[in-house]
């Protein structure tokens, strides 16, 4: 099953760059393509050259023996300075890699945002700090952040190696199990970004995908204060009251949390907030009743692998369940 198609267009590119980081990054790659690029241009004319310069030869051309009658300092002098060039060129790539290393390294963090993010097979499980302007919450497989603030993501693995890598925005980073680390990063460019897992973690590693909405710090700040609500859990009717029964009182609630009822489940995403996000199943389904219906019947029909069971549910029970999840803003 290919991934759903995203509704906004997703970048994902290193040579776009979104943010300061990832500016240094492509600044280094354009450096190292133009010295590499004339190096090798300039072996190409060398050899062509030489080529044409012997373009006469035939198997009766009597040997050329002049390198044995002129000194051989030329030719010493010549490969003497096009080893020292090579040499210079090496260090200043060098000095440029640790430059820009230095650089990566430098983001100012005052007033960061700290999100925690931990990779699961196959899912991205984010956890918001308490900011000035929101209590803690957690959500899946889509960050937002506000544009122009340094955000500080601290990588966990859950399972197996993950690896965190938002070509717009920074290079990679592993989320390593027993260890956590950290990335620094911010958008200075309003986008919805690409960032699919980057190591291989088995069999729906290609469906595990992760995007960042990089918007304004407004509307981000509108987005995270809805995420830190509970979601109105009381039903808004009978239909609704029941499906929530259903989930309180089936298996999902022993995987899954949703504040303000009695599910409070860490096994699988938060799903208070559900109806916020733009796909399920870290982007494998659009996320509407239709395509929530299908993923519950039977979810490793949809991502073979999943951890998520099949519930045995009867009809009328999915359909009240998936009626009330889509109340879940
Ligand atoms: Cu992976």
Avoid at 7 to 27: T, V, Y
Avoid at 81 to 96: E, P, Q, T
Avoid at 114 to 128: E, F, K, M, S, V
Avoid at 196 to 211: D, K
């Amino acid at each position: 099953m290919p991934l759903a198609r995203p509704a906004a267009p997703l970048e994902h590119s290193a040579l776009a760059p979104a943010g300061i980081q990832a500016e240094h990054i492509a600044r280094l790659w354009q450096l190292t393509l133009i010295v590499c690029g004339c190096v090798f241009a300039a072996v190409l004319i060398g050899v062509l050259f030489a080529l044409m310069r012997r373009r006469g030869a035939t198997p009766a051309t009597p040997p050329d023996l002049s390198v044995n009658v002129t000194p051989e300092r030329r030719t010493r002098r010549a490969v003497v300075c096009v080893s020292m060039l090579s040499v210079f060129l090496l260090v200043g790539l060098i000095v440029a890699d640790v430059l820009t290393d230095r650089a990566l390294s430098k983001l100012p963090d005052a007033d960061a945002l700290h999100i925690d993010l931990t990779g699961w097979q196959w899912w991205w499980q984010a956890r918001y700090a308490t900011d000035h302007a929101h209590a803690a919450f957690a959500t899946a497989n889509e960050l937002h952040i506000p544009v122009g603030r340094p955000i500080v993501i601290t990588l966990h693995g859950g399972d197996v190696i993950h690896s965190f890598w938002v070509p717009n925005l920074h290079g990679k980073k592993d989320l390593l199990p027993g260890i956590t680390s950290t990335i620094e990063l911010r958008a200075d460019r309003a986008g919805t970004y690409d960032g699919p897992c980057a190591e291989f973690c088995r069999a729906e590693h290609a469906r595990m995908a992760l995007r960042v909405v990089a918007e304004p710090p407004d509307r981000y700040a509108a987005w995270a204060t809805a995420q830190s609500a509970s979601a109105a859990p009381v039903p808004a009717d009978a239909h609704a009251a029941r499906g929530m029964r259903v989930f309180e009182q089936s298996a999902c609630a022993n995987c899954h949390t949703v504040r303000g009822t009695s599910a409070v489940g860490r096994l699988g995403p938060d799903l208070t907030h559900l109806m916020s996000r733009q796909t399920i199943a870290a982007g494998v389904l659009p996320n509407d009743a239709a395509d929530l219906t299908r993923w519950i019947r039977d979810p490793g029909a949809v991502k073979p692998g999943t951890t998520m069971p099949a519930v045995p549910l009867s009809a009328p029970d999915l359909q009240t369940l998936v009626a009330w999840l889509t109340t879940l803003k």
